[in-house]
């Protein structure tokens, strides 16, 4: 999801961006990302070009993308459906002991997924209100 944010804000003004330059942006390792993307082209939520210009996109359409869409593509309903507990027979008729406090949580969070889109955040991330990696860590930190 870093990443498509990223594109979403990186490529608004058409270009493509490169793989390296999305992995910097992300803090995250090159090869990990690179696989993301790929399948991430391949399902059309991102469009890639090779060559000296080439990288990823993400184009106006692909920018109103919705969380939920994104989310249910990658990992299924697992989000919106599972046990917080991670139990497998937790249900309205077998509750496990949060089962009942948690249902509202999980309505909320899939509304949200479907109510956001990939593009949403573009401008608060050029402001710089929003960020998209850790910052690196210090050594005198504790």
Do not use: W
Request: with cysteine; net charge positive; charged share 25%.
């Amino acid at each position: 999801m870093r990443a498509m944010f990223l594109l979403a804000q990186r490529t608004s003004s058409g270009s493509y961006i490169g793989i390296k330059e999305i992995a910097e942006g992300l803090n995250a390792p090159q090869h990990f990302i690179a696989k993301i993307l790929q399948d991430l082209s391949k399902r059309g939520f991102v469009s890639s070009a090779k060559g000296p210009k080439g990288g990823f996109i993400i184009d106006v359409e692909q920018r109103n993308t919705t969380l939920y869409d994104l989310v249910m593509a990658i990992d299924g309903n697992k989000l919106i459906t599972s046990c917080c507990l991670g139990l497998k027979d937790c249900s309205e008729k077998n509750p496990c002991p949060v089962h009942h406090d948690f249902k509202p949580i999980r309505k909320k969070i899939q509304t949200m997924l479907a109510n956001t889109k990939i593009g949403d955040y573009n401008d608060e991330l050029a402001q710089s209100v929003f960020f998209l990696k850790d910052a690196k860590s210090n050594s005198n930190d504790i």
